[in-house]
């Protein structure tokens, strides 16, 4: 089946510090990727939409400035937290569209960035 | 504006049968997922409902009425791995995902 590689599973930076977290599809094209946040006991919430070779449309509320979002090809997008904060601490996730029907979205594994 | 409703916390006893309610009041819509994630770890798909009625895949099975805005997820013969959030998710007319808060299910032995 479809997947999404993402990585790395888990980081830890300085405060002030750039991260940035990547997300492969390996066996299929993500044309669209989709860019989640979720703190601790809420649900997903969407940071940003990228599709290839154009810029991202972020969720209001979300500074593209300090979230840049990279999707230059098929099967690469990233997404780099920049002068990262204590409150930047959060699970990122990444999710690729694969159709309008069925099973259409498939998951990276997540990214738990800690913030020091 | 657009809003989706599950119970925040449920409990039920290992070998049992719970039914996790989901309600939606979405711009269009075009399908609902039901997802499974376990604390840490990324959502996996569980189920995906498009027409109205009963959709059957080993012990999960989900529910949709589109004229309520309502589906249930219902899980049989609970295991303890089956402790997890529970989240109901809305496809709306720009195909777009709507979520839930997610819900919490304990599995007591």
């Known amino acids: 089946g479809a997947v999404v590689s993402q990585h790395p599973s888990w980081v830890i930076c300085k405060s002030g510090t750039s991260v940035k977290i990547e997300c492969r599809s390996l066996d299929f094209q993500a044309t669209t990727m989709f860019w989640y946040r979720q703190f601790p006991k809420q649900s997903l919430m969407l940071m940003a939409t990228s599709n290839e070779g154009s810029k991202a449309t972020y969720e209001q509320g979300v500074e593209k400035d300090k979230f840049l979002i990279n999707h230059a090809s098929l099967t690469l997008s990233t997404l780099t937290v920049t002068s990262a904060h204590p409150e930047d601490s959060s699970f990122y996730i990444c999710?690729?569209?694969?159709?309008?029907?069925?099973?259409?979205?498939?998951f990276g594994s997540g990214t738990r960035l800690t913030v020091v | 504006g657009q809003n989706i409703d599950q119970p925040t916390e449920m409990t039920a006893t290992e070998g049992a049968i719970v039914q996790i309610n989901c309600t939606y009041q979405?711009?269009?819509?075009?399908?609902l997922f039901w997802y499974q994630q376990h604390a840490g770890e990324a959502p996996t798909f569980l189920s995906y409902n498009v027409l109205d009625g009963l959709e059957e895949k080993g012990r999960f099975s989900s529910f949709l009425s589109r004229s309520k805005g309502y589906s249930y997820l219902l899980l049989k013969e609970l295991q303890m791995k089956d402790s997890a959030s529970y989240l109901c998710a809305v496809k709306d007319s720009n195909y777009q995902l709507i979520w839930g808060a997610g819900t919490k299910l304990i599995i007591k032995p």
């Open positions: 979405t711009s269009g819509f075009n399908g």
């Open positions: 999710s690729a569209r694969l159709g309008q029907h069925t099973s259409g979205y498939t």
